[in-house]
């Protein structure tokens, strides 16, 4: 799994950086966090877009004797390629014993797939035209 530092979780890095150089590089104490990533491959072609990373929440289906539950989620789109980054809602037991499905716990990973057509950013993408319309 990947560890990822956020300067903006630091209260006083603003302030820290106009200081010292040096803070741009250094990750302070405690301010290491573990986002978990899974992925997710478009398997037909859509139509071109641009979209930014965005916050969702991910909708984990409940397995027996363990409930669905709701994952907050960073979501990147790399042309076909989409990353989950958990924010929340794993801890790294639970995630090594997930294998391959996530990124980094395996020398293989396993992927799901969905087609443009069924694919959220055909929705997004739909959703963004009609909003963009006159009235």
């Not at 979501?75 to 790294?92: C, K, Q, S, T, W």
Request: aromatic share 8%.
């Amino acid at each position: 799994p990947f560890r990822i530092y956020h300067p903006c979780d630091d209260p006083h890095h603003a302030q820290a950086t106009r200081k010292s150089p040096e803070n741009l590089i250094k990750v302070p104490d405690g301010l290491l966090d573990f986002f978990p990533i899974s992925l997710t491959q478009l398997s037909t072609k859509g139509q071109i877009h641009n979209l930014v990373v965005l916050r969702q929440s991910k909708e984990i289906p409940g397995l027996p004797g363990l409930p669905s539950r709701s994952v907050p989620i960073y979501r990147v789109y790399f042309d076909g390629l989409i990353a989950h980054l958990a924010i929340d809602g794993y801890n790294e037991d639970q995630v090594a014993s997930m294998g391959a499905q996530f990124v980094g716990n395996s020398d293989e990973i396993v992927l799901s797939t969905v087609t443009y057509e069924h694919s959220f950013e055909r929705e997004n993408t739909l959703w963004i035209k009609a909003e963009s319309l006159p009235s």
